[in-house]
C-alpha cells in the first residue's frame, strides 16, 4: 500500500511533518513539490471537495438517517 507523508527538507535531509517509523528496507519516492505547485493543487482540491462535499443532493440522505 503507497502512502504520501508531507515532509520538508532541513539542513539537507527529509523530516516528515509527523512522525513516522520506517521499515527497514522501505522503498521511498520522493517528489520535490515547489510552493507555487503546492498552492495550485491545494486551491484545485479545495473546489473539487467543496462541489463533491457541499451540494444539495447529498441532503436527501440527512433525512434519511433522521427517520
Known sequence: MSQNIWGIVHQGKIETAEPIVFPD????LVT?????????????????????????????????LEK
Open 25 to 28: 528496507g522501505a522503498k521511498v
Open 32 to 64: 520535490l513539490v515547489t510552493d507555487e505547485e503546492a498552492d495550485f493543487w491545494t486551491t484545485a482540491s479545495a473546489k473539487s471537495l467543496k462541489a463533491v462535499w457541499d451540494n444539495p443532493e447529498d441532503d436527501v440522505y440527512a433525512q434519511l
